[in-house]
C-alpha cells in the first residue's frame, strides 16, 4: 500500500512538474509578443517619422509641406492602390453566392429529423373502446370520441407509419 501511495505521489508531483513548464513557456510567449510588439512600434515611427521629415526637407513652402504629407499619409496607409480590391470580392462571391448555389443545386435534400408540415401538428383518432381512469394522471375517455394525438416525427418512432 505504501509502494502503491508512492508511485501515485510521483506521478502526481511530475504531472504538476510538466504543467509548470508549460505554464513557463506560456509566459515566456507572452513575454516576446510584448517585446517584438514595442519593437514593431518602433520601427513603424521610425518609418512615419522619416517619411514626415523627407516631407518637411522637400517642400518650400508651408502649403507645399502640408500636401506632401498627405500625399506620404495617403501612400503609407494604400500601398499597394485598388488592384488588391480583387481577393475581397473573390471572399465575398464565395462566402455568399456559394452557399445559395449549393442550396439550388440540391433542391430535395433534407435533415433526417425534417418532416413535412402540412399546417397541422397533430393527428386526429376516433377511440374504439371506452377507458376509465385508474390513476389521477390519466384521462377517461368514451368510446367513439375524437382524441388529438401529438405524435412525435416518424424518424424518431419507428413503429409509426410514415404517410
Known amino acids: ?13 511530475s504531472f504538476r512538474a510538466v504543467l509548470s513548464v508549460a505554464d513557463h ?3 515566456l510567449r507572452q513575454q516576446l509578443v510584448k517585446i517584438l510588439r514595442s519593437f ?3 520601427g513603424i515611427g521610425h518609418r512615419v517619422f522619416e517619411r514626415l521629415w523627407n516631407c518637411l526637407a522637400t517642400s518650400s513652402t508651408p502649403h507645399e509641406a502640408v500636401q506632401n504629407v498627405q500625399t506620404a499619409a495617403w501612400q503609407m496607409a494604400n500601398p499597394a492602390g485598388p488592384q488588391d480590391l480583387w481577393p475581397f470580392v473573390t471572399f465575398l462571391l464565395v462566402a455568399c453566392a456559394g452557399p445559395y448555389f449549393i442550396y439550388k443545386m440540391f433542391p430535395d435534400v433534407k435533415e433526417e429529423d425534417e418532416r413535412e408540415y402540412d399546417g397541422v401538428d397533430h393527428d386526429t383518432a376516433t377511440v374504439l373502446y371506452p ?3 385508474i390513476n389521477p394522471d390519466e384521462v377517461s375517455v368514451a368510446a367513439e370520441s375524437q382524441v388529438i394525438l401529438h405524435l412525435p416525427p416518424a424518424a424518431h418512432n419507428p413503429r409509426l407509419d410514415p404517410r
Open 40 to 42: 514593431m512600434m518602433l
Open 1 to 13: 500500500a505504501q509502494m502503491l501511495e508512492a508511485t501515485y505521489n510521483s506521478v502526481h508531483s
Open 25 to 27: 513557456f506560456s509566459k
Open 131 to 133: 377507458y376509465r381512469a
